[in-house]
């Protein structure tokens, strides 16, 4: 499959997963293979899946601790913002449309399937629209020395050609709004707001809904492996959830959610790597949930790229060109993403 | 290896029934042969992990420390090796010092990359939440000019030279941090802060108590302060802790774990009875997997030496490259692996034709 891209990238296409596709099918029926072992299984990794709040999010929901949340959330919000900045090292991860708003947002599918309950993102994405996109790249000064591809691949890469990419193919900050079609959640509404290079780094998730009281929430801080129930009265007088007392976040790894009874700690857990490796290399099949086969990864993948496709092919200018889409140049990342969520209208 | 009470019982995680253990539920669902093959003489077989991709940034990263642990904690009964596929520098010097000096090359440039990324963030305390700083403008030196010392460069200096390098860019407050000057540090904090300062002495004459009360905990003061002398020299104090640490943090990186990280790569490990090298190349152009021999230096593979590790080993390999190389990557290994699992599939396998 081939698409041609208008705007930014100008003539360049983009290959979607075929080659790997194919060569996962000829690996999986190599005549080579040697006698008496079993059938080759090719899986794919996402690091999201072996972070805290993944698991978290299965044991609240096995518990039903919150389930007067899960069950029907208004909506859920979910922002990462990471400090790291892009540019080094990285990069060509992080080629194509959608850059590393893509890559993020993929992740951030991982504990929105925990939270809704499918067994994998691609069902939860066949039950899902995205309502709108925004998105914005780097406002990278052009023209600089010093910069090297990997060297790997396509080569050395100009100076100038490496600045063009990281600035028009690079899309760094996104806002995007997705709406549940399908049961359980059912015009449920997902807010996700994604950058790098951003200070201070916030990765968190809110589950929002009502107990009987009036609004409550449900909210998993990622970074700082916290979670918390907030019911009516801390969400009136905070005014907003980010402004919440700092005493309201409880150390989950004690599981001290106030309200609730359960309190029994969690067995503290390994390195993300040390846990992947075991499940891979443990004599039972991975559980595709976490390590997804090649084929799930590749829907996920091209249903973010075409909604980003299509959203680039609406806006032909691109972002940085068009005059309704400039962002001021001393803008930081923060403000960039504010830029965007005030253009999305929420 | 894992809990194989977590994974049976949590294959009714999906189901909303209680589990006996917390861990990540890793093998609930079973798919193809596997309940088929309990019993299964390779259940016992030891594991050989191999990585691909090992100086790649995300390895560097994250992945190769945690192989470390993993292997430790797998207590023998799995070997770890790690299988670079950088083309060479130069492919004409092969001898084993040769790799080693661009192994160290490479998890210096890494390691750079990742000093740079984490030198300006707000410092954290023991729990992870961020702790209140000033900024020091190392983000905006490293912007002014993005690329950093790449001791991978063809004809580039070595990576202490590079590391030297890095430092001085970050400017002479970073310097001096390393170097643990704190009276230069607080002859630099102080100016940053004056308005602060001059603030927090007018609250402090107005009402003492109040405003040792509420400083106290932010700049961990001690509460029996009776002179804004004192919360002056708290406060800078702090500040100079802060930036030490963060120059400490970076010396540690660009030097305690660099050798961590060479040390175990240049490793030999025992696979099949037989000592060999954790470090390996493939070459992608021509598909060839090369090992170093102490005696006859660089050899490639031999096919019947890889049946031989698949029928004594279950092979698991696990892939951190760019998409380009997974083709290759799954034909070489799939004649021997039990599985291959490939890191960042989703924005990396778009490929731009």
Known sequence: MSYKLTGPTGAAGIRTTQRVREAVEKACNNPKRVPGLPPLQVVTVDHYNTKWAVPLIEWVRRRRIADHIISRPRRVCIQVLEAGMLPRGRFLFYNGVGGAVADMVAHLMQPLRALAGYATVKEMLAAMRVVQIKRARYNLKEGKDGFVSEAFGAGTIEQDELASKLTKDTETFGVMELEFIGSPWNGTHVYIRTGKGILPQSKTIIVEGFDDDGPAALIFDIDNKCAWLANHKELSTSGSLDRLPAHRWMRTQEFHIPGLTATRPLQPRPSEYVEAFSALCDWESPDPRFFPPVDEAAYVCDFFYQQLLRDRTAYPQGLQESDNNVYPSNYSGGQVLSWLTDKAGW | MVNSKCSRSAARLYFDIPCENDRLPTTEIRVGPSEEMRGNPRAQMPVLLVIIGGLGDWCVRRVLKHAMEFEKESEGKATVVVVDIHPRVDPEQDAFNQWVDEIDRWIARRLIEQSAEDVDLPPRDASGRTMKGIAWGFTERLADDPGLPDPTKIG??????????????????????????????????????????????????????????????????????????????????????????????????????????????????????????????????????????????????????????????????????????????????????????????????????
């Open chain 2, 156 to 353: 580039a200096p070595g990576p202490e030279r590079a590391i030297g390098e890095f430092k001085e860019r970050l400017g002479d407050d970073f310097i001096a941090a390393s170097n643990e000057d704190r009276s230069k540090l607080q002859k630099v904090v102080e100016p940053k802060i004056s308005g602060y300062l001059a603030d927090t002495e007018k609250q402090f004459s107005d009402d003492p108590q109040a405003t040792v009360d509420e400083l106290a905990s932010r700049w961990k003061l001690a509460r029996n302060i009776e002179s804004f002398a004192e919360i002056k020299d708290g406060v800078v104090k702090f500040l100079v802790d802060q930036v030490v640490k963060v120059a400490h943090d970076a010396q540690k990186r660009l030097y305690n774990e660099r050798e961590a990280l060479k040390e175990w790569l240049q490793q030999t490990v025992s696979i099949s009875g037989r000592e060999a090298h954790r470090y390996w190349r493939f070459d992608l152009a021509s598909t060839i997997l090369y090992q170093y021999s102490s005696n006859d230096g660089k050899v490639a593979v031999p096919e019947g030496m890889l049946r031989q590790l698949a029928r004594e080993h279950r092979i698991i390999v696990y892939a951190a490259t760019p998409p380009e190389a997974y083709p290759g990557i799954l034909n070489q290994w799939s004649a021997y692996a039990e599985r291959i699992a490939l890191e960042k599939p989703v924005a990396g396998l778009l490929e731009p034709v």
